[in-house]
C-alpha cells in the first residue's frame, strides 16, 4: 500500500490527531477489515481548502486497467466525518449516484458547460445570491483593480513607447487587449490611471489608445462597456473565446503592446495527469449527483429522479430564463428554474478514475504541443498528479503571436511556481460561486513561453500583502 499525503504544511500547523490520524488512520483500519488485497491500493490525503468543491469526503477512484484503486480523502472535513465507516461503505457497495454524462476527459467535462452559463447569466445568479463574482475571488476582489500596479504597468508603457518614439518607430495606433473582462472594472482602473497620468506625462498617448475588452460572455461585455462609458471612443469589445483569441484578433498579429489577463487562466478547461508507479495516466471523470439529494432536487421541481439529468442538461443548453419557459409545470417562474440550477451546481459532484496513456506523444496539448512537452514534468521524480492548463496553454500561445516585439503579456492568477507543489497541496478543481477554479501550471506554460523565445517570470502580486496570487509577465527576449 502507498499513501501519499499531501497536505504538508498541515502536519506541522495542526495537531498530529487533527489530521493525519483522523484522516489516513482510518482508512487504513477499514481497509484491514476488508478482503481488499492491500497492494492494490494507493491512499491519498488532500486538504480541499475549497469549502465549495466537487469531492466528496472519501472517494475510490479506480487504477485501469486492473484491479488497483486510489482511496482519497478531504483531510480538512476528515474531523467531522466517519472516515473509517465511509471507506468500509464504499469498499463493499458501489455507492447511489445519478450521473449527468459518460466518462471523459477534464476538458470534456460538463462543468465546463456550467462555468459557461454562470458567466452569461451572470446577473441572474448575482440577484439570487445577493453577491457579486468578486467576492468569490481571492481578497474578496480582482487584484486587476489595483491602481498601484495598474499605475506601474502605464508608466512601463510609456517609457517603452517614449523609446520608439523617439526612434521614429511607434505606430499610429496603440493597442491594448484585455482577456476575460469580467464586470470591467479594471478596465475601468486601467483606463482612468491611463488617462491621468497621460495628461501628466504630455505625450497625448490617450488619444491614441484602442482598448480591446474580450470575453466569451456578451452579457459580461454588455456590463463592462456599461463600466467604461466615459472611456467609449478609446475601447471595443469583442466577443471571443480567451482560448483562442486570434481566431477574432488575427489583425491584431504583431500589434499588442499589452495583454492583460487576470482571474480567466484558473476558469478556462484543463485536463489532470497523473504518473504513479511509473506509469502516466490520464484522469477522466464524469458528473453526479448523489441519490439522496438528487431525490430532494427531484422533488423540489415535481419530477422524478430519473427525469433529472435530462432537466440539468436543458438548463445548461437553455439557460434558466428558457428553461422556465419551456417547462412551466416544473419550473413555474425564471426564480425557479435558478434554484434548480443552483441547487443542482451545488450538490453536484465528479467521480473519477485513471486511464493508462499509450504514450505521451499520442496526447494532445494545444493544436502545435504534444504530452511530450510535460515528460520533464510529470517524471520529476516521486508520484504525481497535474493540471495540464490546456485552456490557459492554449490562450497564451495565441496571445503571444499578437504582442508586438516590445509587448508584454501580464496575467495575474492562481499558479502553481514549482511542479513540486503538486506533491504538497490541492490546486483545485474548486467551485467559486457558479464557476470552476484550478490552479495554473506555471511551469508548463514558462516552459512553452521560453521555447518560443520569451522571457517568463513569475512574482508574488507585489501590492497587496497575503494572498496567492503571482503575476506573470511575458515579453520577447531581446
Ligand atoms: C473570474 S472572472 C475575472 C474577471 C476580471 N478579469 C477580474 O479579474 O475581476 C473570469 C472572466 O473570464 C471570462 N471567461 C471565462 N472563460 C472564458 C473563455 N473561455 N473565453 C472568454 N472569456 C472567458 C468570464 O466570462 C469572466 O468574465
Request: with cysteine; net charge negative.
Amino acid at each position: 500500500m502507498l499513501i501519499d499525503f499531501r497536505p504538508h504544511a498541515r502536519l506541522r500547523r495542526e495537531q498530529p490527531e487533527d489530521c493525519f490520524e483522523a484522516s489516513i488512520v482510518p482508512v487504513v483500519t477499514a481497509l484491514k477489515g476488508s478482503s481488499t488485497e492491500l497492494s492494490k491500493v494507493r491512499v491519498v490525503g488532500d486538504w480541499v481548502h475549497y469549502r465549495n468543491n466537487f469531492r466528496d469526503v472519501v472517494d475510490i477512484r479506480p487504477i485501469l486497467p486492473g484491479e488497483d484503486f486510489e482511496i482519497a480523502v478531504d483531510v480538512r472535513r476528515a474531523n467531522s466525518s466517519s472516515i473509517g465507516e465511509l471507506t468500509s461503505t464504499l469498499l463493499s457497495r458501489q455507492p447511489d449516484r445519478v450521473f449527468l454524462e459518460e466518462w471523459g476527459t477534464g476538458t470534456e467535462s460538463l462543468v465546463w458547460r456550467f462555468n459557461a452559463l454562470y458567466w452569461s447569466a451572470l446577473d441572474l445568479w448575482e440577484k439570487a445570491t445577493g453577491r457579486g463574482y468578486e467576492q468569490a475571488l481571492p481578497g474578496e476582489e480582482s487584484d486587476a483593480r489595483n491602481r498601484a500596479a495598474a499605475g506601474e504597468l502605464i508608466l512601463e508603457l510609456f517609457a517603452a513607447w517614449d523609446r520608439l518614439g523617439a526612434d521614429a518607430a511607434l505606430p499610429e495606433q496603440l493597442y491594448i487587449v484585455e482577456l476575460g473582462v469580467g464586470n470591467g472594472g479594471q478596465a475601468k482602473v486601467f483606463l482612468d490611471e491611463f488617462r491621468e497620468l497621460d495628461r501628466r506625462h504630455g505625450k497625448g498617448y490617450y488619444a491614441r489608445l484602442h482598448y480591446l475588452m474580450c470575453d466569451y460572455s456578451t452579457h459580461v461585455l454588455d456590463l463592462a462597456r456599461e463600466t467604461v462609458a466615459e472611456h467609449a471612443e478609446r475601447v471595443s469589445s469583442f466577443a471571443l473565446d480567451a482560448t483562442r483569441p486570434r481566431t477574432s484578433l488575427g489583425f491584431m498579429q504583431g500589434k499588442a503592446f499589452l495583454i492583460y489577463i487576470s482571474n480567466v487562466y484558473d476558469n478556462l478547461p484543463t485536463d489532470e495527469l497523473a504518473y504513479l508507479g511509473g506509469r502516466t495516466y490520464q484522469v477522466h471523470s464524469r458528473a453526479y449527483l448523489p441519490s439522496e439529494e438528487a431525490a430532494a432536487l427531484a422533488a423540489s421541481v415535481s419530477a422524478s429522479v430519473e427525469e433529472l439529468p435530462g432537466f440539468v442538461h436543458k438548463l445548461l443548453r437553455l439557460g434558466p430564463s428558457l428553461l422556465a419557459d419551456a417547462c412551466p409545470g416544473h419550473f413555474p417562474d425564471v426564480e425557479a428554474a435558478i434554484r434548480f440550477w443552483q441547487q443542482a451546481w451545488s450538490i453536484l459532484r465528479l467521480d473519477e478514475r485513471y486511464v493508462p496513456l499509450s504514450g505521451l506523444d499520442s496526447y494532445t496539448l494545444t493544436d502545435s504541443l504534444t504530452g511530450e512537452t510535460l515528460r520533464p514534468l510529470l517524471e520529476s521524480g516521486a508520484d504525481i498528479r497535474m493540471h495540464v492548463s490546456n485552456g490557459a496553454l492554449a490562450s497564451f500561445e495565441d496571445s503571444l503571436a499578437l504582442l508586438h516585439p516590445f509587448g508584454k503579456l501580464v496575467c495575474h492568477d492562481l499558479f502553481v511556481n514549482d511542479v513540486g507543489d503538486y506533491r504538497t497541496a490541492f490546486r483545485g478543481p474548486g467551485k467559486y460561486d457558479g464557476s470552476v477554479v484550478n490552479w495554473v501550471n506555471g511551469p508548463l506554460l514558462a516552459h512553452v513561453g521560453r521555447r518560443r523565445g520569451f522571457d517568463v517570470n513569475y512574482e508574488r502580486f507585489r501590492h497587496r500583502n497575503g494572498g496567492n496570487i503571482v503575476t506573470m509577465t511575458a515579453q520577447a527576449r531581446d
